[in-house]
C-alpha cells in the first residue's frame, strides 16, 4: 500500500484521522516549528501557514528544505491574502506550491490523491545508512555488514528514526509521538521495552550497543 504523509502546521478543518482509498494510505502529522519532525514513513506532504506562531511561514519552508528527512517534500504555503506578491516570496523561499487558508481536511485530500502516482516498480529501493548498520525501506529490513537484523515493526521504526537523528537526545514521550503512538495513550515504559529489544537485536549482529541512556532525559543513537 502506498504512504503519504501530511504534515501541517496548524488543525485543518475535518480534523487529522487517517485516509485510506484503495491502494493509498493518508496519515497526517501536526508540526510545531520548534519540535522535531515525525517519523516520516512515505512521501512527505507538507502544508505550512504564512503566519505561525514562532516563526514567518518562510523560514518553516526553509527548515525544512534543510532537513535531510523533508529536503523533498512537497511543500505549500498557505496564504492568508491571495496576493501575487505574496505568491511569488512563497516560490522563491522554496515551495512547490500555495494555497488560499483557511484550509480543510478535504481540501488537502484533494490536492494530495490528484497528483499522478509514479510507478514505484521502477524505483530503485531506497535506503538509510549509518556507519554498518542499514534500513531497506522497501523490505523493510535492517542489517548490519549485509547480516539481517531480526526486528519487529516497532522496533524497526524505532531505529529507522534514530539513523535519520544520530547524537540527538530523545525523551520517551517524544519517541512515542515520533512514531505516532500517542493515540490512544502508551505508557512511557513501552519505550523501554522496544529499546531493550532492539539492542538485543544489534548485539546478536555484532553491531555492540550504540543506544545510549541518557539518566533522567532518553536515549541518543551515538552510532
Given at each position: 500500500?502506498?504512504?503519504?504523509?501530511?504534515?501541517?502546521?496548524?488543525?485543518?478543518?475535518?480534523?487529522t484521522?487517517?485516509?485510506?482509498?484503495?491502494?493509498?494510505?493518508?496519515?497526517?502529522?501536526?508540526?510545531?516549528?520548534?519540535?522535531?519532525?515525525?517519523?516520516?514513513?512515505?512521501?512527505?506532504?507538507?502544508?505550512?501557514?504564512?503566519?505561525?506562531?514562532?516563526?514567518?511561514?518562510?523560514?518553516?519552508?526553509?527548515?525544512?528544505?534543510?532537513?535531510?528527512?523533508?529536503?523533498?517534500?512537497?511543500i505549500?504555503?498557505?496564504l492568508?491574502?491571495?496576493?501575487?506578491?505574496?505568491?511569488?516570496?512563497?516560490?522563491?523561499?522554496?515551495?512547490?506550491?500555495?494555497?488560499?487558508?483557511?484550509?480543510?481536511?478535504?481540501?488537502?485530500?484533494?490536492?494530495?490523491?490528484?497528483?499522478?502516482?509514479?510507478?514505484?516498480?521502477?524505483?530503485?529501493?531506497?535506503?538509510?545508512?549509518?556507519?554498518?548498520?542499514?534500513?531497506?525501506?522497501?523490505?523493510?529490513?535492517?542489517?548490519?555488514?549485509?547480516?539481517?537484523?531480526?526486528?519487529?515493526?516497532?522496533?524497526?521504526?524505532?531505529?529507522?528514526?534514530?539513523?535519520?537523528?544520530?547524537?540527538?537526545?530523545?525523551?520517551?514521550?517524544?519517541?512515542?509521538?515520533?512514531?505516532?503512538?500517542?493515540?490512544?495513550?502508551?505508557?512511557?515504559?513501552?519505550?523501554?521495552?522496544?529499546?531493550?529489544?532492539?539492542?538485543?537485536?544489534?548485539?546478536?549482529?555484532?553491531?555492540g550497543?550504540?543506544?545510549?541512556?541518557?539518566?533522567?532525559?532518553?536515549?541518543?543513537?551515538?552510532g
Amino acid at each position: 500500500m502506498r504512504r503519504i504523509e501530511i504534515l501541517v502546521t496548524s488543525e485543518p478543518f475535518g480534523g487529522t484521522a487517517p485516509f485510506v482509498h484503495d491502494d493509498v494510505a493518508v496519515h497526517f502529522h501536526r508540526w510545531s516549528q520548534l519540535g522535531e519532525l515525525p517519523l516520516i514513513e512515505g512521501e512527505l506532504w507538507a502544508f505550512v501557514d504564512w503566519v505561525l506562531p514562532t516563526m514567518s511561514g518562510l523560514e518553516a519552508c526553509r527548515r525544512l528544505r534543510c532537513d535531510p528527512v523533508a529536503a523533498e517534500a512537497h511543500i505549500t504555503l498557505v496564504l492568508e491574502e491571495d496576493d501575487v506578491d505574496l505568491r511569488r516570496r512563497a516560490l522563491r523561499h522554496g515551495a512547490d506550491d500555495y494555497m488560499l487558508g483557511p484550509v480543510d481536511r478535504t481540501a488537502l485530500l484533494d490536492r494530495v490523491l490528484a497528483v499522478q502516482i509514479a510507478d514505484d516498480l521502477s524505483r530503485e529501493p531506497r535506503t538509510i545508512h549509518h556507519g554498518s548498520i542499514a534500513i531497506n525501506l522497501a523490505a523493510h529490513q535492517a542489517s548490519y555488514d549485509g547480516a539481517p537484523v531480526p526486528l519487529m515493526p516497532n522496533e524497526l521504526r524505532l531505529l529507522r528514526y534514530f539513523l535519520e537523528h544520530p547524537g540527538r537526545v530523545f525523551t520517551r514521550e517524544q519517541l512515542i509521538h515520533a512514531l505516532g503512538k500517542q493515540e490512544p495513550p502508551l505508557d512511557e515504559r513501552t519505550v523501554d521495552v522496544w529499546i531493550g529489544r532492539l539492542r538485543r537485536a544489534l548485539r546478536q549482529v555484532g553491531a555492540g550497543n550504540p543506544l545510549r541512556t541518557i539518566r533522567s532525559l532518553g536515549y541518543v543513537f551515538d552510532g
